[in-house]
């Protein structure tokens, strides 16, 4: 699964659909079942801020991306600064990405 596609799907829910910012906020929608995607970074330190979202996804039946950098995720989310995970809640015009991953 590419980080490329992750990181449109992010911008397009972003503007069609609704997403939600940050690793707690990404964990909470994983848990209450509303996540459809979730992209962390890969640079994130301490690493202990998103090791457990791969897991929490797998348990949960969530697709789950890491790209390389939380400059590249908080662009793609349209915040100024870095963020460590981003979770799809409604993926507005990303379905077709979502599809694919």
Do not use: D, F, H, S
């Given at each position: 699964m590419s980080a490329e596609r992750a990181l449109e799907a992010v911008e397009l829910a972003r503007t069609t659909g609704k997403i939600k910012k940050g690793a707690?906020?990404?964990?909470?929608?994983?848990?209450?079942?509303?996540?459809?995607l979730v992209v962390y970074a890969k640079d994130v330190h301490p690493a202990e801020i998103v090791m457990h979202l791969p897991l929490l996804c797998k348990e949960k039946a969530v697709k789950c991306v890491e790209v390389p950098t939380k400059e590249e995720l908080g662009i793609a989310a349209g915040v100024r600064v870095g963020t460590a995970a981003v979770a799809i809640i409604n993926e507005g015009e990303a379905k077709n990405i979502l599809k694919e991953l």
């Open positions: 707690n906020e990404a964990t909470k929608a994983i848990e209450r079942g509303v996540a459809k």
